[in-house]
């Protein structure tokens, strides 16, 4: 069986709703040790379906858990980038990284994110006919921190374009990125599908962090407190019940 991995966060269009009730929900799922990462979180100045403030004080709480974690995130940006960039700067960079979510912009947006360590993915948008400055973007992204994605279920690539988009869409996506980056079919190509796999795997895929592993002690700890605290369940004493 394929091997999955969870990623937990409240986005930013339900930046609205996050509190200290929200994040110690929050704080709960990411003690799971099937979470690989904090996300989506970030900014959406396109829908603003929460106010831009809601959504800036959710980011920068959602980041601080992500580094008490140690866990890396997966970011949600539109029509945001250089403020959601100024913020992380401010906070500082998740050591466990940071990713870039289905990136469909040019390399001038994109290079301060390179610049700083970030992992870039790239999703259905690199496969559409007008859209040479992502292509363009994707060439410049190091080899290491390069991944694909398939977003769903939208964005599906070319040409499947139309339906709902699936993980088994990638492989469109996957080709056309190794067009963009040179690699010719064959071992060459084969090689470059196998360092994705190897990106994606070591950002997401990770042993759990120390965090976890102490959540996951305290919980079962507690959970056991209140097993032998609780009564012995014993054979009725109801004494005004009779039966003839």
Request: with cysteine; charged share 25%; aromatic share 8%.
């Amino acid at each position: 069986m394929p091997r999955i991995r969870l990623a937990v966060g409240c986005h930013p269009h339900n930046a609205k709703h996050y509190d200290d009730a929200l994040e110690a929900t929050l704080r709960e799922r990411l003690a799971d040790q099937r979470v690989g990462a904090l996300g989506e979180i970030g900014l959406d100045f396109h829908y603003d379906f929460s106010p831009r403030e809601a959504q800036r004080e959710a980011f920068r709480r959602q980041l601080r858990v992500a580094k008490e974690c140690g866990l890396p995130v997966i970011l949600h940006v539109r029509e945001a980038h250089d403020e959601a960039l100024a913020l992380l700067q401010d906070e500082g960079f998740p050591e466990a990284g940071v990713l870039l979510h289905c990136y469909n912009l040019d390399a001038g947006t994109l290079e301060p994110w390179v610049e700083a360590g970030c992992f870039v993915a790239f999703g259905g948008p690199l496969t559409f006919k007008k859209a040479d400055e992502v292509r363009d973007a994707a060439s410049r992204v190091p080899l290491d921190r390069l991944l694909t994605e398939t977003d769903a279920p939208y964005m599906t690539p070319e040409p499947m374009r139309g339906m709902n988009c699936g993980p088994e869409h990638v492989i469109f996506t996957a080709e056309r990125l190794a067009e963009v980056r040179g690699c010719a079919p064959g071992e060459e190509r084969a090689a470059f599908l196998r360092q994705l796999m190897e990106n994606a795997r070591g950002l997401l895929d990770r042993k759990p962090t120390s965090w976890q592993l102490d959540a996951a002690r305290q919980f079962y700890t507690a959970a056991f407190a209140a097993e032998e605290a609780a009564p012995e369940a014993g054979p009725s004493n109801n004494k005004g019940a009779s039966c003839s």
